[in-house]
């Protein structure tokens, strides 16, 4: 999916809910500058999916269009569809590198991301009896995985495991390789899902 259409999606999931919506809140939703989400509002009224009501200057409700009710269930199938597509080839992907990393003699390994791709890759650690040591995440240290406690990414250059596979992401392209989040430098120790 394209990112503006993710976009799309969040705002008439928004919309069905409650009609009070301007260009702040919805910049704050998305997580875009509201440049853009003043863009993304004026393009799907002018597509028809949107009808706007002016109830004065500060407030302008929305409300979703027969139209709109048919882009949200077109958007939800494709998300729906791109997620299945991910998660299969994230899981076939991960369980090869846990393959490949047993096959090597390779048994201690920690994750780089405690999120989804991280459920997923545990899944091939798991069928080729490799042993889960160490769990890197910023946003997430403190807590646990898998019975595992999650450090912060700072403490990875002093990582015991003998692989780490990278299970954070780009957003915007999820299955390109190579990905690594801000403030963490290569290590030879790295393996990528998606390399």
């Keep these: 999916m394209e990112r503006g259409e993710l976009l799309q999606l969040e705002i008439l999931k928004h919309v069905e809910q409650t009609p009070q919506l301007n260009n702040r809140m919805a ?25 706007v009501k002016k109830e004065h200057s500060r407030r302008w409700d929305y409300f979703v269009t ?27 992907r991960s369980a090869q590198l846990c393959r490949e990393l047993s096959e090597r003699g390779l ?5 780089l991301g405690a999120g989804e791709m991280a459920e997923i890759a545990y899944l091939g650690v798991v069928e080729w009896k490799l042993q889960l040591v160490a769990v890197y995440d910023q946003d997430k240290h403190g807590s ?4 595992v ?13 003998e692989a780490i596979i990278v299970c954070q992401y780009n957003k915007k392209h999820p299955m390109t390789g190579q990905f ?12 990528w899902v998606f390399a």
């Design 180 to 191: 690594l989040p801000e403030g963490v430098s290569p290590n030879p120790k790295f393996h």
């Design 107 to 111: 048994k201690q390994v920690a994750f």
């Design 27 to 51: 910049a704050r939703k998305l997580g875009v500058s509201v440049k853009l989400a003043h863009a993304t509002l004026r393009k799907m009224v002018a597509r028809g999916l949107l009808h």
């Design 144 to 147: 646990n995985f898998m019975s």
């Design 66 to 92: 027969p139209a709109g009710i048919a882009e949200k269930t077109r958007l939800t199938y494709e998300f729906l569809d791109f997620s299945f597509q991910f998660y299969h080839e994230a899981r076939k």
């Design 149 to 161: 406690s999650v450090l912060p990414l700072a403490a990875i250059s002093s990582s015991t495991a």
